[in-house]
């Protein structure tokens, strides 16, 4: 892929595609664990949330984009699931070392905050400057979609 | 194929200037009542990635609150009542 892109693309999918995978993620939580039980409201509240960023990632496009990549992978890993393949995988294709990301640095004071976006965003450590704010854009997006999705879900149901 | 990706990855051409502008702007439209400074792009830059930090932490508190709400609502909905009619409609 020779050509530089000019206009990079940090379009998200409609809130549906979140509704849809957010309401997938609990309806599959609800079958594995009724929420009967009192006495494990911080579990049930952690895997509330959990779903949501899953769920956010997967609405998102899955692995096209790198902070759902990482996203996905840091659930699997939470989750015990065996990622040694995928980690052998990893260290040739996106995974950017820190003495790369030196090679585009921008001023001093762009990249402190950019080092203090990089701790929030999923991925964030191993981008470039640049690969890091068209990363950011496309998660901000998201994750407000997302917000919106869960409000909308909450107004439904609250009751009148 | 992995390695063609990297190969990808090495030699894709490094967002110039412009693009660059181009994102802080994008940014810049995404979040919300920042002002319009015209000032020099570094410091606009900077800015609006503070600004942006504080969104995002702003978002992961929102979504916090949110999925305590649920937790509650989706607990404490009673059989008969239309918040469960949605429920099973919406979760079945």
């Known amino acids: ?160 | 194929m992995s390695n063609r990706r990297s190969r990808q990855s090495s030699s894709a051409p490094r967002i110039s200037d412009d693009q660059m502008i181009d994102l802080v702007t994008k940014l810049r439209q995404i979040l919300p009542e920042i002002g319009q400074r015209r000032r020099s792009d570094k410091v606009s830059a900077s800015k609006v990635l503070q600004e942006t930090c504080n969104y995002i932490r702003n978002l992961n508190r929102e979504v916090n609150n949110l999925s305590e709400r649920l937790s509650q609502l989706l607990e404490s909905v009673d059989e008969d009542s239309p918040e469960a009619a949605v429920i099973r409609s919406l979760l079945m």
């Open chain 1, 1 to 160: 892929m020779a050509s530089a892109d000019k206009l990079i693309n940090t379009d998200v999918p409609e809130k549906d595609v979140f509704a849809f995978h957010f309401l997938q993620s609990l309806s599959n939580l609800r079958k594995q664990n009724p929420f009967d039980t009192p006495d494990q409201k911080n579990y049930r509240v952690r895997k509330i949330k959990k779903a949501a960023y899953v769920s956010m990632a997967r609405a998102a496009g899955g692995s096209s984009r790198l902070w759902s990549r990482a996203l996905l992978r840091r659930a699997d890993k939470d989750d015990n699931k065996i990622v040694r393949f995928s980690r052998r995988k990893r260290k040739v294709t996106w995974k950017i070392s820190s003495k790369r990301r030196r090679s585009n640095q921008r001023a001093p004071v762009v990249e402190e905050a950019a080092e203090r976006l990089r701790n929030l965003v999923p991925g964030g450590g191993g981008m470039e400057t640049s690969k890091l704010m068209e990363e950011t854009a496309h998660y901000i997006k998201c994750l407000s979609m997302q917000v919106k999705v869960m409000q909308c879900l909450v107004d439904g149901l609250s009751p009148k």
